[in-house]
Every structure is written in structure tokens, then in C-alpha cells.
């Protein structure tokens, strides 16, 4: 009975088998991602970098056809210029980081739907530009574990500046000079797991299975390394029980696995161990030596 | 190039001297159609007497389609406005009305009984009558009609080129039962992206079955994939179509699961512009049979 519900679509499908592969190998590399996202109090730059990053791909789209390399590759350049260029700027004026990024992604968007109007068809971008976590061939999987590769192995070599920067920028700046090459890095691979997002969800969700199951971690632990594996598992978890539940309540895919990490969310919200609202209302007994 | 034809046209027209009141080409009637396909049937009855434009290009999608303001302009000047009707082009009578032109407007499905759509889309009826050639007749009636009524002067001509379309239209109806007579009747059934093709498959009997609702709107869920997936192993459907306006990175994956065959290219909602595949809905047609033909076909 629960082999049927749980374990048994995954059996008889193939489709299956390769969605819920796409969807860990996000959660490996994305959930990391949004830890430091959060801990940045950099949320929703994910979901501003996502905007900026669209234009890109669809101008892969314009120059190549449906390419998926023309269009990851767009994509990560109009990124990067993005990230890179509002880095420079904050780092350099007054001007603050989010408000930098806002003036560069609305450029970039801006530009996008300019030059794909100007080309003048009327194809549904957004079934081009995104895939589906339902439709993953063999390449898009290659990609996708690529990148998710690719994150990992710089995320272990940034770790430590990276975990600095986030308490204490200003000590990181009076020991070492490591801090804007690690925040470039550090946006870069905020790009790339985004585009990776885009192939496998399909839609701007993608920034959900990022900065969701970081906001659940946050409620289970106080060290990063314990709200990472937390981040990870949840962003598995709830791709795995999407999955299950778009296969027997069809409810598209996509949308399914954000509202699974929203239900655990507001389960962490309400029953977290660290700071959540049960318990602050009903804190336990003082211990007392 | 257009200005050379117009030339020719406007001296053709004077030498022959024939009625007075022939229109020069600058007084073209200026019509509208919502997309491609409706275009052509104008340009078959209207000939050189009518200018059209299709709001929605070749190879784009009337579901999804947001007009601009360059739109609107080309409908302000426009003396008449073609749509499908049955609540295809949602968007169109809002544009009419800010565009304050006095267009007239004419619905070219009047008068064809409409199909109840496949469950899962958004409109009551299926918009799609086009894809059954019997309905492109009562199309072309109604087009000539509505240019009759806006230009009195040029009834005739309208009415030989209808019935020269006509019959052209005839000839490829029975060219299409021909072929689906030949497909033995155990194989007349595949699965294609976008269930544009419910009036085909009603008059002639072949059996589309779309893991999408009609509108390409809705995205599937897992579950609709695994249904229908177990359906082709079930009922071993030989043939899964693409069409040229949906994923069709979706179709592989129900191929590769199923060693259902990927049928090639199926027009639905639009034509393509001239190198493409299907330029006119003749065209069309000829070619969407052939594909469903040598898919089908042992």
C-alpha cells in the first residue's frame, strides 16, 4: 500500500526516476546557496537575479534557436554582468547593494524584452526558455549535475571567507582581501544554480527550492553547518514528496514542490526549535545548575 | 517590390478599362485576421482586391498572444476585422474597441456547430473548427460574404474566387479521406502535444489523444504524464506527434518511454512563413496528413 503511493511511481516511470534525480542534485547545490542568501539578508536577490537572467537566455533563444548550451550560456553572461557590475558599484559608491541590483537587473530585463520584441515573434518565451522537471533528457541532466558539481567544489574552496563574510565583513577586510573575489564567486554561483533551476522547475520558482528550505534551516539550527544539511534535506524532501504528490494529485510539478517546502516552512515557523512561535510562547522550564 | 506590383496592377487595371470603378491598388481594402490561418482564407477570396494582416505572426501561438500597440494601429485603419470565433481570440474585442476604429467585425466559424472541448482547457467550445477542411468551406463563406457586404462594387470577383477555393478545398477533403482510408483502422490514433485537432478527428475518424489540455496554457502534472504514458503501452498508440508551438522536450520523454514513434511536425494554430513547412492552409493540411501517413502507415 505505502510501496504503491510512495515507491511505486518511481519503479514504473522512468520520467520519474529522472525528475527526482534533477531535483536532488539541485537541492545538493542550491539549498547551500540559499543559506548564504540568507544569512546575507540577500533573499531576494535570488529572486531579482532570476529577472536579470531571463533577458539573457532569451537572447540565446533569438541567436541560436532552442539550444539549451546558447541559452544556459546567455543566461550566465547576462548573470554575471548583472552580479558583477552591481558588485563593483557597492563596493566602490554610496550606493547599497540591493539598490544597485535593482538598477541593474530592471536594466537588463528591459533590455531583454526590447530585443526579443524587436525580433518580433510572439512564441511563448517562457515554454522556451524553461524546461521541465517532467521532461529532463539526458543533456538537461548532464547540465544540471554539472553545475551542481561545479558548485560544490567552490563552495569548499570559499567556505571559509564566505562563512566570515557573513559575520563579520569588516574583520574579513582587516586580515585578508579575500572578500570581493569571494562574493563575485559567491554571485556567480548564484547565477548558475538559478539558470540550473530554470532548466528543472520550470518556471521563476526555481528561487523557491533556493531560499525555502534556507528559511526552514534557519528554525532547526544556530551553526551553518547544521542549517546547510537541514537546508539540503528539506529541499529534497520536499522535491521527492512534490513529486509523489503531483503524481497522485495532479497538481503540476513545479508548483507542487514549492507548496511542499511551504507547508514545512510554516511547520518550522510555528514548531521550530530555535525561535519558533510555540516555542516562544511556551518556553520551557530555566534550567538551572 | 510591392511597389512595382502595385504599379502593375494600377496600369493593368486602367488599360483594360473594363469598369470604371475598378479599385486602384491603393484603395486595397485593408483587412485584418487574428492569425495566419484565417489570412490566407481572405487572401484566397479576396485575391488583389484586399490587403491583410495577421495580428498573430506565422509560428506563433493565438492562445498566449498579448497585442501591442502596432496592433492596435493596423486595426484603427483596418475597414474589416476577421476572427475564428468561439471564444478563441479572448483578447480582440477589448483591442477593437481602444483602437476606435470602425471596423467591422465578422466571426468566420458562424454558422458551424461546435465541439464540445476536451476536458482540461479554459474555453466552453473548441475553437479549432478550422482543422476540419468541410468547416474551412463555411470559413470561406463567410469571408466572402463579409467582403461582398464592404465592397459591393467587387461581389463577382469574390464570388469566382470562393468558388475556385472551394473547390480546391473539396479536392483536398477527399485527399484527405483517401489517406486515412489507407491507414489500417487499429493504428488511426496517436498522441499529440495540443488537442487542436478535435474537428479532424471528428470528421475523419482519427483518434488525437494530447497530454495537454487544449490551451498551452496549463502546465501538466505527473500524473497526466504517467497517464498517459500508460495508455500508449496499453493501447499501443504507434505514433506521438510534436507540434511547433509546445515543449517538445516532453513528447521525447513519452516516446523514449513508451518506443512509441515521434511523428514529426504537426501544424495546428499557425502557419510558417514561406520556407516553412506550411505557408497556405492547403499546405497545411497536405503536409499534416502526410506526416500522420507515413507515421501511421506500416
Given at each position: 500500500?505505502?510501496?504503491?503511493?510512495?515507491?511505486?511511481?518511481?519503479?514504473?516511470?522512468?520520467?520519474?526516476?529522472?525528475?527526482?534525480?534533477?531535483?536532488?542534485?539541485?537541492?545538493?547545490?542550491?539549498?547551500?546557496?540559499?543559506?548564504?542568501?540568507?544569512?546575507?539578508?540577500?533573499?531576494?536577490?535570488?529572486?531579482?537575479?532570476?529577472?536579470?537572467?531571463?533577458?539573457?537566455?532569451?537572447?540565446?533563444?533569438?541567436?541560436?534557436?532552442?539550444?539549451?548550451?546558447?541559452?544556459?550560456?546567455?543566461?550566465?553572461?547576462?548573470?554575471?554582468?548583472?552580479?558583477?557590475?552591481?558588485?563593483?558599484?557597492?563596493?566602490?559608491?554610496?550606493?547599497?547593494?540591493?539598490?544597485?541590483?535593482?538598477?541593474?537587473?530592471?536594466?537588463?530585463?528591459?533590455?531583454?524584452?526590447?530585443?526579443?520584441?524587436?525580433?518580433?515573434?510572439?512564441?511563448?518565451?517562457?515554454?522556451?526558455?524553461?524546461?521541465?522537471?517532467?521532461?529532463?533528457?539526458?543533456?538537461?541532466?548532464?547540465?544540471?549535475?554539472?553545475?551542481?558539481?561545479?558548485?560544490?567544489?567552490?563552495?569548499?574552496?570559499?567556505?571559509?571567507?564566505?562563512?566570515?563574510?557573513?559575520?563579520?565583513?569588516?574583520?574579513?577586510?582587516?586580515?585578508?582581501?579575500?572578500?570581493?573575489?569571494?562574493?563575485?564567486?559567491?554571485?556567480?554561483?548564484?547565477?548558475?544554480?538559478?539558470?540550473?533551476?530554470?532548466?528543472?522547475?520550470?518556471?521563476?520558482?526555481?528561487?523557491?527550492?533556493?531560499?525555502?528550505?534556507?528559511?526552514?534551516?534557519?528554525?532547526?539550527?544556530?551553526?551553518?553547518?547544521?542549517?546547510?544539511?537541514?537546508?539540503?534535506?528539506?529541499?529534497?524532501?520536499?522535491?521527492?514528496?512534490?513529486?509523489?504528490?503531483?503524481?497522485?494529485?495532479?497538481?503540476?510539478?513545479?508548483?507542487?514542490?514549492?507548496?511542499?517546502?511551504?507547508?514545512?516552512?510554516?511547520?518550522?515557523?510555528?514548531?521550530?526549535?530555535?525561535?519558533?512561535?510555540?516555542?516562544?510562547?511556551?518556553?520551557?522550564?530555566?534550567?538551572?545548575? | 517590390?510591392?511597389?512595382?506590383?502595385?504599379?502593375?496592377?494600377?496600369?493593368?487595371?486602367?488599360?483594360?478599362?473594363?469598369?470604371?470603378?475598378?479599385?486602384?491598388?491603393?484603395?486595397?481594402?485593408?483587412?485584418?485576421?487574428?492569425?495566419?490561418?484565417?489570412?490566407?482564407?481572405?487572401?484566397?477570396?479576396?485575391?488583389?482586391?484586399?490587403?491583410?494582416?495577421?495580428?498573430?505572426?506565422?509560428?506563433?501561438?493565438?492562445?498566449?498572444?498579448?497585442?501591442?500597440?502596432?496592433?492596435?494601429?493596423?486595426?484603427?485603419?483596418?475597414?474589416?476585422?476577421?476572427?475564428?470565433?468561439?471564444?478563441?481570440?479572448?483578447?480582440?474585442?477589448?483591442?477593437?474597441?481602444?483602437?476606435?476604429?470602425?471596423?467591422?467585425?465578422?466571426?468566420?466559424?458562424?454558422?458551424?456547430?461546435?465541439?464540445?472541448?476536451?476536458?482540461?482547457?479554459?474555453?466552453?467550445?473548441?475553437?479549432?473548427?478550422?482543422q476540419?477542411?468541410?468547416?474551412?468551406?463555411?470559413?470561406?463563406?463567410?469571408?466572402?460574404?463579409?467582403?461582398?457586404?464592404?465592397?459591393?462594387?467587387?461581389?463577382?470577383?469574390?464570388?469566382?474566387?470562393?468558388?475556385?477555393?472551394?473547390?480546391?478545398?473539396?479536392?483536398?477533403?477527399?485527399?484527405v479521406?483517401?489517406?486515412?482510408?489507407?491507414?489500417?483502422?487499429?493504428?488511426?490514433?496517436?498522441?499529440?502535444?495540443?488537442?487542436?485537432f478535435?474537428?479532424f478527428?471528428?470528421?475523419?475518424?482519427?483518434?488525437?489523444?494530447?497530454?495537454?489540455?487544449?490551451?498551452?496554457?496549463?502546465?501538466?502534472?505527473?500524473?497526466?504524464?504517467?497517464?498517459?504514458?500508460?495508455?500508449?503501452?496499453?493501447?499501443?498508440?504507434?505514433?506521438?506527434?510534436?507540434?511547433?508551438?509546445?515543449?517538445?522536450?516532453?513528447?521525447?520523454?513519452?516516446?523514449?518511454?513508451?518506443?512509441?514513434?515521434?511523428?514529426?511536425t504537426l501544424y495546428s494554430?499557425?502557419?510558417?512563413?514561406?520556407?516553412?513547412?506550411a505557408?497556405?492552409?492547403?499546405?497545411m493540411v497536405r503536409h499534416n496528413i502526410k506526416t500522420l501517413?507515413?507515421?501511421?502507415?506500416?
Amino acid at each position: 500500500m505505502l510501496h504503491d503511493i510512495l515507491i511505486a511511481p518511481f519503479l514504473e516511470f522512468e520520467f520519474m526516476r529522472r525528475a527526482l534525480a534533477g531535483v536532488v542534485a539541485l537541492s545538493l547545490a542550491g539549498a547551500p546557496i540559499g543559506v548564504f542568501l540568507m544569512l546575507r539578508r540577500m533573499s531576494l536577490v535570488g529572486d531579482a537575479m532570476a529577472h536579470a537572467i531571463l533577458p539573457g537566455a532569451a537572447i540565446g533563444f533569438l541567436v541560436s534557436g532552442l539550444n539549451l548550451f546558447a541559452m544556459t550560456f546567455g543566461g550566465l553572461l547576462a548573470g554575471f554582468a548583472v552580479a558583477i557590475l552591481s558588485g563593483v558599484v557597492a563596493r566602490n559608491t554610496e550606493l547599497k547593494e540591493d539598490a544597485s541590483l535593482a538598477t541593474f537587473y530592471l536594466a537588463s530585463l528591459a533590455l531583454g524584452v526590447t530585443i526579443v520584441s524587436m525580433r518580433g515573434t510572439n512564441i511563448d518565451l517562457l515554454h522556451v526558455l524553461f524546461g521541465n522537471i517532467l521532461a529532463l533528457d539526458d543533456q538537461t541532466l548532464l547540465v544540471i549535475a554539472f553545475n551542481a558539481t561545479v558548485t560544490l567544489l567552490v563552495m569548499a574552496v570559499i567556505y571559509r571567507p564566505l562563512v566570515i563574510e557573513c559575520v563579520d565583513p569588516v574583520f574579513l577586510r582587516t586580515v585578508s582581501r579575500a572578500g570581493a573575489p569571494t562574493h563575485m564567486a559567491f554571485m556567480a554561483l548564484v547565477v548558475i544554480n538559478l539558470v540550473n533551476g530554470f532548466h528543472a522547475l520550470g518556471t521563476l520558482l526555481a528561487v523557491g527550492l533556493m531560499i525555502l528550505p534556507a528559511g526552514i534551516a534557519r528554525f532547526w539550527s544556530r551553526d551553518i553547518t547544521g542549517m546547510i544539511v537541514i537546508a539540503v534535506a528539506s529541499a529534497a524532501l520536499s522535491g521527492y514528496a512534490g513529486l509523489v504528490l503531483s503524481y497522485h494529485g495532479g497538481v503540476p510539478s513545479g508548483p507542487a514542490i514549492i507548496l511542499v517546502a511551504t507547508v514545512l516552512y510554516v511547520v518550522s515557523v510555528l514548531f521550530g526549535r530555535v525561535s519558533g512561535l510555540l516555542r516562544q510562547w511556551f518556553p520551557g522550564r530555566h534550567l538551572e545548575a | 517590390m510591392r511597389r512595382i506590383c502595385a504599379i502593375l496592377v494600377a496600369v493593368f487595371c486602367v488599360a483594360s478599362a473594363l469598369t470604371p470603378m475598378r479599385l486602384r491598388a491603393e484603395e486595397r481594402i485593408k483587412v485584418v485576421a487574428t492569425f495566419t490561418i484565417l489570412a490566407d482564407f481572405v487572401r484566397n477570396v479576396g485575391g488583389d482586391r484586399v490587403e491583410v494582416t495577421a495580428l498573430v505572426g506565422p509560428d506563433a501561438d493565438a492562445h498566449v498572444y498579448t497585442p501591442s500597440p502596432a496592433d492596435a494601429k493596423t486595426i484603427a485603419t483596418a475597414k474589416l476585422v476577421v476572427v475564428n470565433g468561439l471564444g478563441l481570440e479572448g483578447w480582440l474585442p477589448r483591442l477593437v474597441k481602444s483602437s476606435g476604429g470602425t471596423a467591422r467585425m465578422v466571426a468566420a466559424t458562424d454558422g458551424i456547430v461546435p465541439l464540445k472541448e476536451a476536458p482540461g482547457g479554459h474555453h466552453n467550445v473548441d475553437p479549432h473548427a478550422w482543422q476540419a477542411v468541410p468547416n474551412a468551406k463555411i470559413y470561406v463563406e463567410n469571408i466572402r460574404r463579409a467582403l461582398a457586404a464592404i465592397d459591393p462594387a467587387s461581389t463577382e470577383t469574390y464570388r469566382a474566387n470562393a468558388a475556385r477555393y472551394r473547390a480546391e478545398l473539396e479536392a483536398l477533403d477527399r485527399e484527405v479521406r483517401a489517406v486515412v482510408a489507407r491507414i489500417p483502422p487499429d493504428r488511426r490514433k496517436v498522441i499529440s502535444t495540443h488537442d487542436a485537432f478535435g474537428y479532424f478527428a471528428a470528421a475523419y475518424g482519427v483518434e488525437f489523444i494530447a497530454p495537454l489540455g487544449v490551451s498551452t496554457e496549463s502546465e501538466p502534472s505527473a500524473r497526466d504524464l504517467a497517464k498517459i504514458i500508460a495508455q500508449i503501452r496499453k493501447e499501443k498508440i504507434p505514433a506521438v506527434f510534436l507540434e511547433n508551438i509546445t515543449d517538445p522536450r516532453l513528447i521525447r520523454r513519452v516516446a523514449a518511454e513508451t518506443q512509441a514513434k515521434i511523428g514529426g511536425t504537426l501544424y495546428s494554430d499557425s502557419l510558417t512563413d514561406e520556407k516553412g513547412g506550411a505557408p497556405t492552409y492547403i499546405d497545411m493540411v497536405r503536409h499534416n496528413i502526410k506526416t500522420l501517413q507515413d507515421a501511421l502507415d506500416k
